[in-house]
């Protein structure tokens, strides 16, 4: 991201005044995206939000306007063009992004990689002067090379899996988004780098593989783990969305953990499983739709994949305020009310 | 020899006095020591490290540090009692029969589950996995060999500054990395501040199954220069080996031959953050695991360099791994401020880093050779 972090040093104050500024959300209806809308709802100096979605966000809006817009389908950047034109949109904010592994890997695909395509290709066609991305610390991929802490420089590296797009994906439209930042220097182009997100309501890989009452590991190996609570995460995309800051930043809660400890505070049975036999179940029940989690992603149950968030402490002065003890402890609440329930 | 070390009152800096000889590298005079180390202080690492650690973690500011002998293991011990006080659910009293439906429910089930999984891990580690009820139950174990089985002798210890950063730099030998522990044992229990040193770990220790795990919860970290670079930033102890493999495999007819060290990593680090390097002599490691042969090919499946033939392993099967009770001295030489020398600027001139590396090597090469001399027997000392 040099281009992109060249940009990052100057002004970091609204672009506009008070109460004229647009904003376009796609993936509107996911969480980020309703907590996102529901947060421009009440910030007066938003006269306007425009949500792109299949489906209209749950709750009632009022100076939101909704666009239902399918990202997979041809032609449909022109007509993202023509909406941001008419509601003279000045920053769009790219979610529609999975956070969960499917198998529907090419389904994945079009709506990840070309989706981001559309988006950027309505961007340029329009007057959007800011671009936010959400991306994933996945996208950096779990391997032995990695130091503790990855700074945003390092490589992309994602998982290696001949079946598994679901990171590929993320990372190319990272790489769509970097270019585009490029071919643009008048533009701001910021990119949120997300540890997973677990709390109360997350709906993810990594908050349903720690609901399960037993929970595979690998013998011998306890990586370090990272988190963000949503309400972090909802304050990063607000902050970024209010103030200029051009440039990828990692955000996460303060804190590692290793996953056996985690285990061992949220009551969950861990079942060690020897590299070798858990690669080849893993690679039978992904190919029997068994589970929802491609093999590729045990490496990431071996080796760390922490960032470090020092740039986004120091740039856009973003200090998580859950640390991972509060986001466990808030999942092992969740876990004993579920308990409860049964 | 040793590196005697004399206190200077007041700033609580140490002055060494140095006797080996360490050509350009020492060619400075004193003021000039004393001007960097004013300079040292607003270094721009030192002051940003309270906005980065703001929210988590110990704060390690160098004049509590200083106040607090115990350090790191402390700190966390406290974090670990708040969280224990968040975690474990509060006794909802109640007669017989809420007991009885609690256990029936599986209340309890869930506590046990939790309770055993919990028994040998804090619920706090630092940022690099360091785990302090791990590295206490390890405690009787690593203090056993330090005492009474390896009778590890530590001299010069006090060159260690009390607060700081610093580069510990010493020889490798053993073949299973028993060195780096008996050096973070020695520092701990002798130092005045009792100093906890984070050994750089070679990659496939580091990531080797169980042994890994093992070495980062008791504070290894993996030998990289980013996270090297954090520890001394933090003002950490960090300690490397920079023979690496080559040290480990060397067969026991070398021993004591200190072997290339690496391509001069460590002399960049201490540039690069601005941190005395202080050699460190380690002898009576080699005689602890005598290394016969390396078997390559048998090893080439299961991803470790070599298998190792010692007089006992594999003959003895796993109790070949119980090292030789051979007596340690580990030597603590005086500390060398190459980043007085030479700028921060000049860590990328691959010449002077090799020349520098070079000259570290040969000062723990002299300082290995002065104690063998000295020694009489490798069992009896």
């Known amino acids: 991201m040099t281009t992109a972090d060249r940009h990052s040093e100057s002004d970091s104050r609204p672009g506009q005044g008070d109460g004229e500024r647009v904003v376009a959300i796609s993936g509107a209806r996911g969480m980020l995206g309703s907590a996102l809308i529901r947060a421009l709802e009440e910030d007066r100096r938003y006269t306007k939000v425009v949500a792109f979605d299949l489906q209209k966000p749950d709750f009632a809006l009022q100076k939101t306007v909704f666009h239902k817009i399918d990202l997979t389908l041809p032609g449909v950047d022109a007509e993202m063009a023509r909406v941001l034109r008419a509601e003279q949109v000045d920053t769009f904010v790219h979610l529609a992004f999975l956070s969960n592994f499917t198998h529907r890997t090419s389904w994945a695909h079009e709506l990840e990689s070309i989706g981001t395509l559309h988006v950027l290709n309505a961007c340029t066609e329009s007057r959007t002067r800011k671009v936010v991305l959400w991306s994933q610390s996945l996208c950096y991929g779990a391997n032995p090379g990695n130091p503790a802490y990855l700074r945003e420089g390092h490589e992309l590296v994602g998982a290696a899996g001949p079946n598994d797009t679901y990171i590929s994906d993320k990372i190319d439209a990272e790489r769509q988004v970097r270019q585009f930042a490029e071919e643009h220097p008048d533009r701001r182009v910021t990119v949120l780098r997300m540890a997973p997100i677990l709390d109360r309501d997350a709906s993810n890989f990594i908050s349903n593989m720690l609901s399960n009452r037993t929970i595979p590991v690998l013998l011998g190996h306890d990586p370090l783990l990272q988190f963000l609570h949503s309400d972090d995460a909802d304050r990063a995309l607000k902050m970024v969305v209010d103030e200029d800051h051009a440039g990828v930043f990692n955000i996460a809660a303060d804190g590692v953990l290793p996953l056996r400890t985690i285990t061992g505070l949220l009551g969950r049975v861990p079942l060690p499983l020897p590299l070798a036999l858990a690669r080849r179940v893993a690679g039978v029940l992904w190919m029997g739709q068994v589970i929802d989690v491609p093999p590729s992603f045990l490496d990431y149950l071996r080796y760390p994949c922490v960032m470090d968030t020092q740039k986004a402490q120091q740039k856009l002065r973003f200090f998580a305020e859950r640390d991972i003890h509060e986001i466990v402890a808030e999942m092992a609440g969740r876990i004993e009310a579920d308990r409860r329930v049964a | 020899m040793e590196g005697r070390a004399s206190r200077q009152g007041g700033n609580g800096r140490t002055k060494v006095d140095r006797r080996v000889p360490v050509g350009m590298i020492t060619g400075h005079n004193r003021s000039r020591a004393q001007r960097s180390e004013a300079k040292r202080e607003n270094w721009p690492g030192e002051g940003d490290r309270r906005t980065t650690e703001r929210r988590y973690g110990p704060t390690i500011d160098p004049e509590e540090e200083r106040r607090r002998p115990p350090g790191l293991g402390r700190e966390l011990k406290e974090m670990e009692r708040i969280m224990q006080e968040r975690f474990v659910p509060r006794n909802e009293g109640g007669g017989l029969g809420a007991r009885l439906k609690k256990l029936l429910t599986g209340g309890t089930l869930w ?239 691959r010449v002077l880093v090799n020349k520098v590396a070079e000259q570290v090597r040969s000062t723990i090469q002299s300082m290995v050779d002065d104690t063998l001399a000295k020694r009489r027997s490798a069992f009896l000392g």
């Open chain 2, 111 to 349: 506590e046990e589950i939790r309770r055993i999984q919990l028994r040998h891990r804090s619920e706090v580690v630092d940022e690099f996995g360091f785990d302090p009820k791990m590295a206490d139950q390890m405690g009787p174990l690593l203090r056993f060999l330090y005492e009474s089985y390896f009778r590890v002798e530590l001299r010069g210890h006090a060159n260690l500054p009390s607060s700081g950063r610093a580069l510990l730099v010493a020889n490798h030998s053993g073949t299973l990395p028993m060195d780096a522990a008996m050096l973070m044992m020695g520092m701990q229990r002798e130092h005045e501040a009792h100093r906890m040193v984070r050994p750089l770990v070679e990659d496939f220790v580091y990531h080797a199954p169980v042994l890994g795990t093992i070495i980062r919860r008791m504070g290894g970290v993996r030998a990289n220069f980013e996270n090297a670079e954090r520890l001394l930033e933090r003002g950490r102890v960090a300690a490397v080996f920079p023979e690496g493999i080559q040290g480990i495999g060397k067969p026991f007819s070398q021993r004591y031959q200190l072997q290339r060290f690496g391509r001069g990593g460590f002399v960049k680090l201490a540039l690069r953050t601005r941190s005395p390097i202080i050699p460190v002599a380690i002898v009576g490691a080699e005689e602890a695991y005598p290394l016969l042969f390396k078997f390559r090919g048998l090893a080439r499946s299961t991803g470790v360099p070599f298998l190792p033939v010692t007089p006992t392993f594999p003959l003895l099967g796993p109790l070949g791994l119980v090292p030789l009770p051979s007596k340690w001295l580990i030597l603590v030489g005086g500390p060398i401020y190459i980043h007085e020398s030479f700028g921060a600027r000049d860590w990328n001139n």
